[in-house]
Structures are given as C-alpha cells and as structure tokens.
C-alpha cells in the first residue's frame, strides 16, 4: 500500500504562483512515477505533469508548460510542483498520483495511477 499526502495550494489572484507538494510513504520501492492532475468542477480529471523515475525535467501538459515546475527532493522522496503565472482556468483540485510501471515517458492516463493523493484546492481569482 501506497500513501500520498499532498500540501500547499490555496487562494491566489491571477499572475500570482503556489506550490503543492506531495510525500509517498508506505511501500513506495525505490523507482516510481509520480504525476499530478486536477479536476475543475463538472470535469473530468486532467494530467498536468508528470516525473519518471529517473528525474529529469518532467513532461508537462501544453497548458502549464513554462509556468509549472515539477522537481523532486530525492532526499525525501517529496515532489514539489511550482506555479507560476497563474489564471483563473487553473482553478481545480489538484492530485498527486503514484505508477510503480517505471513506464518512461512517465504516463499522462489516469488509469495507469494506482495511487492517488486526497487532493489539495487551488483557486486563482480574477
């Protein structure tokens, strides 16, 4: 079993940035992927980004891409994802998401997560 705790997010205006985070635990192994996605209401759940096993730079959705950074603190396994520049489309509950495929490119499906965060509320005004 795998647990993912995620943290940040919050109320910002539109141009402004926010930083979630999301902490694996439990049996994790050494090599996974980990993507985040959001879900705005009535929507369905759409992929942002998404971090292979090998780090590296990410692989990001064309809408976030040059405003979201997602890096990983490989001393504590924590993967931080950084917005920048954000508007009010990017209003969502945003998860975080676990595949142990060690698939590369890392996924963009939701169906090859199997473990996913509670979710954490960004909400950008205009």
């Known amino acids: 079993q795998v647990q993912l705790v995620e943290s940040g997010g919050g109320l910002v205006q539109a141009g402004g940035s926010l930083s979630v985070s999301c902490a694996p635990s439990?049996?994790?192994?050494?090599?996974?992927?980990i993507g985040w996605f959001r879900q705005a209401p009535v929507q369905g759940r759409e992929f942002v980004v998404a971090l292979g096993w090998r780090g590296g730079s990410g692989y990001y959705a064309y809408s976030v891409k040059g405003r979201f950074t997602i890096s990983r603190d490989g001393g504590k396994n924590t993967v931080f994802l950084q917005m920048m520049n954000l508007q009010p489309e990017d209003t969502a509950v945003y998860y975080c998401?676990?595949?142990?495929?060690?698939?590369?490119?890392?996924?963009?499906?939701?169906?090859?997560?199997?473990?996913w965060g509670q979710g954490t509320q960004v909400t950008v005004s205009s």
């Open positions: 439990g049996r994790t192994g050494s090599y996974y992927n």
């Open positions: 998401a676990y595949d142990a495929s060690r698939r590369l490119p890392p996924s963009q499906s939701v169906a090859d997560y199997t473990y």
